[in-house]
């Protein structure tokens, strides 16, 4: 079993649609919690940190669910420039474990 | 510009021709790492530093070194490259070990290996 799995997707949906990726862990000591989003062939930069209590930023959501080992990410009002890869990163140690990463494409 | 550079950015070589790929940060992190990215497969660690003269093996050390005599590079050294070693490398710092930090990535260095 991979440490870290993500439906791979792709998801394709139309502007303004809600979105929601799945991430799971397998190690119930990780620490601390990302979510990269990485365009096509370029690098990976911080979306947003996951906290326990759950956190937004404008039209993202992540939540932590300790219990279940998963971690969720949830885009509201999909953007023609949300699409990307978004990669889900789980810290054990200092040591940073990525999924695969999550297709999302948005179309008109 | 705060970023991290890496060189070169596309590679095509030989097995057993051995080659370096540059990495440079300007943002005065001490942590620096180097990740390669597969299909499939999420981004792996090579190797990491923690500061100066401080490396150490990540999960998939073998077959590569690296070297940190500067605190604004870590350089990737393949010594014999083999074809297995086709992938999609990227160079990260960050200021403290990455895991409560944002790791800054390099924008990648292609390398075929035939």
């Known amino acids: 079993r991979k440490e870290v799995e993500q439906d791979p997707g792709p998801f394709n949906v139309p502007e303004g649609a809600t979105v929601a990726f799945n991430c799971t862990y397998s190690n119930s000591a990780s620490q601390s919690f990302f979510w990269y989003r990485q365009d096509c062939r370029k690098e990976p930069k911080l979306l947003m940190s996951v906290y326990s209590s759950g956190n937004e930023d404008g039209r993202f959501t992540a939540q932590l669910n300790r219990a279940s080992q998963y971690i969720s990410l949830l885009i509201r009002d999909s953007k023609l420039s949300d699409s990307a890869t978004y990669l889900c990163?789980?810290?054990?140690?200092?040591?940073?474990?990525f999924g695969a990463g999550t297709r999302l494409t948005v179309k008109p | 510009e705060a970023q991290v550079t890496q060189n070169p950015r596309y590679l095509i070589t030989v097995t057993g021709k051995k080659l370096t790929v540059t990495c440079s940060q300007n943002m005065n992190h001490e942590y620096m790492s180097w990740y390669r990215q597969d299909p499939g497969l999420g981004l792996r660690q090579i190797y990491y530093s923690m500061n100066v003269e401080v490396t150490d093996k990540g999960d998939v050390p073998e077959g590569y070194k690296v070297s940190r005599k500067e605190k604004r590079n870590f350089p990737l050294i393949l010594e014999s490259p083999s074809p297995n070693q086709t992938s999609l490398y990227f160079c990260?710092?960050?200021?403290?070990?990455?895991?409560?930090?944002?790791?800054?990535f390099g924008p990648g260095t292609r390398l075929t290996v035939t």
């Open positions: 990260a710092s960050s200021p403290v070990p990455p895991g409560y930090r944002e790791q800054y």
């Open positions: 990163v789980v810290n054990i140690n200092n040591d940073m474990r």
